[in-house]
């Protein structure tokens, strides 16, 4: 709890915070953003192995 979330729940009975639903939104979009450059970083990894043995392959 913090007090924005207190104050909330005091004032209109709901318990919940915009910073709370900001926080976690905020959180997901980090995990969404961080998986795709994971995924783009073993994508370009997995090209550039290829490339590297198949130019090994060719003698270059």
């Known amino acids: 709890n913090n007090c924005e979330h207190f104050a909330e729940w005091c004032t209109t009975g709901q318990a919940e915070s915009s910073q709370v639903r900001r926080a976690i939104r905020f959180a997901g979009t980090v995990c969404i953003a961080a998986g795709a ?13 290829a490339k590297r043995r198949k130019d090994a392959r060719d003698g270059r």
């Open 37 to 49: 450059v994971a995924i783009t970083a073993v994508g370009t990894g997995l090209a550039v192995r």
